[in-house]
DNA sequence: ACGCAATAGTTGCAGTTGCAAGCGATTATA
DNA sequence: TATAATCGCTTGCAACTGCAACTATTGCGT
């Protein structure tokens, strides 16, 4: 008389999204070991470019994790001189985050091989219901985020 | 000339699916603070009962998560007095893991919780919205629950 | 029945993350 | 313009997780 918990619907939503975060991260997991990097720091490369930089704050802000996770992040990344701290030209706090040439390399290599592991995956799904989970997905997507918002 | 990378069409799928469960999932840290539980205590609270309890094992399968993180996981759920081994009749290596009342009280009120908080955020899409949603990403699990059967 | 591989669970260790406190720089306020 | 609050980032610390090694038990092949 106390069973694994009787689901709602929502909540099988939930549920639904939740293992397929943990199944498509398992899978990230895999590719991206090959060139050494956590889906973290694949996904810090990803916000990165050669040219201008990123302050550290607004990529913590993007992959909601506190400042100090990016900072030792960074340490590492920078470590494997994949990045480079600038200062920034305007604000003498912060730091301008670049991708040095071989960080981009790396993170070509690294796309592409992650790429085609997504591009496998999903085609799990043909183009139409593709389509149709994009439409869907960015609704809730831009719900959530204001949702966050408003309770900040 | 080496800007953030330029996406392909399922990269973007699966961007929207990693950003809606950074957001759920910083949802439910909120929510489950509350009564002191982590996303993943949740997850093992949720699929026990106080009957015939599960194997540790299981649990970790389905969670897709190391051995080891469930024995500790369970080794704090236990001296909160959430959880108790007991042998497993028909395996004298393993144990089995059941809910105390106590742990039985909290989960139900986690559920609580938790399915209010999911329930006004998978209410950000309508009926007819949501259940589209869901055979689309049912079909999506499904297949990629095959597809790490297979890598295995 | 015997030995050997596989399985259930635990433990040591190292790596990653969040929180809180701290430092310098900047912006707002009086 | 002086002072306070805020902001960008770093560091110390504690908590959580995965990996590899280990013990005890089970089951398979011969």
């Known amino acids: 008389m106390s069973p694994p918990v009787a689901p709602s619907i929502a909540h099988e939503q939930h549920r639904l999204i939740h293992d397929i975060y943990v199944l498509l991260d398992d899978g ?3 590719v991206l070991q090959k060139v050494n990097l956590s ?7 990803q916000r990165l470019d050669t040219a201008q930089g990123r302050r550290l704050t607004d990529i913590g802000a993007e992959l909601l994790c506190v400042k100090s996770t ?3 992040l960074v340490d590492r ?5 994949l990045v480079r701290r600038t200062p920034d030209p ?8 670049l991708l040095t ?3 981009l390399a790396l993170r070509d290599e ?10 496998r995956r999903m085609g799990l799904l043909d183009p139409a219901e593709q389509q149709q989970l994009r439409i869907l997905l960015e609704k809730l997507r831009a719900g959530l985020s204001e949702d966050l918002e408003a309770s900040n």
């Open 101 to 103: 040439p071989r960080g």
């Open 110 to 119: 690294a796309v592409r091989l992650h790429d085609a592991a997504v591009e």
């Open 39 to 45: 889906p973290l720091e694949f996904s810090v490369l």
């Open 77 to 81: 990344l920078e470590a494997h001189g």
């Open 90 to 97: 305007d604000d003498r706090r912060a730091q301008r985050l």
């Open 28 to 30: 990230d997991r895999r």
């Open 70 to 72: 990016i900072t030792r």
